[in-house]
């Protein structure tokens, strides 16, 4: 039969069903957090509209090959370490990055983070297969992927409401919240 059951309700339902759910929550979160310096520099900061022209070049080019290479690397990595490393390496930047320290040379960080976000959105199909089976994956993978539209109303939530109460830095480790709690 084509419906679901039980299996598929204990495989979602279960710790790494909500850890992969929040990783991509966090992958919202950073996406939105990148993009969001990215347009604040742009916006602010630079007055160079070919500079601007060229990094728009670059960021899908990096994204490119940050899936490409995550994706070597899942192929020869555990899931979860590079899960893990992921979350770090964005978060890190993101505490790098706080907007009060954004200058032209903020792209770097900008650009890193939008080639770990792609490489870790190559790595969420084969997790959701190794962890959760072949029994209606793509249902599966869907709803582990809806996790960033949350990661970025998360985000929205918190910058619009709280970013007039606290500083920058309160503000990124607010945002590093679903990271922090996917500790796969």
């Known amino acids: 039969s084509s419906g679901i059951n039980a299996e598929y309700g204990e495989k979602i339902f279960s710790p790494i069903g909500f850890t992969l759910f929040l990783t991509t929550i966090g992958i919202g979160v950073s996406s939105m957090c990148a993009f969001d310096l990215f347009k604040d520099f742009g916006l602010k900061k630079i007055r160079d509209d070919a500079f ?10 990096v994204g490119a090959v940050g899936r490409i290479a995550w994706g070597t690397l899942g192929d020869h990595m555990s899931l979860r370490t590079l899960f893990l490393v992921g979350n770090i390496m964005s978060f890190s930047l993101q505490v790098l990055m706080q907007p009060s320290r954004a200058n032209k040379y903020g792209y770097v ?4 983070v939008l080639s770990i976000m792609p490489g870790m959105m190559t790595l969420l ?3 959701v297969k190794r962890f959760m089976g072949t029994r209606n994956i793509a249902l599966k993978y869907g709803i582990i ?16 409401v709280l970013q007039v109460y606290i500083s920058d830095m309160t503000l990124v ?12």
């Not at 022209?53 to 960021?59: A, F």
């Not at 960080?109 to 890193?112: G, H, R």
């Open 145 to 160: 992927l809806t996790g960033e539209v949350f990661g970025c109303m998360y985000y929205i939530l918190v910058t619009s």
């Open 125 to 127: 199909p084969p997790s």
């Open 173 to 184: 480790l607010l945002l590093g919240v679903p990271a922090g709690m996917a500790k796969i």
């Open 52 to 61: 601007l022209n060229n990094i728009g070049i670059v960021i899908p080019i």
């Open 109 to 112: 960080f900008v650009t890193a």
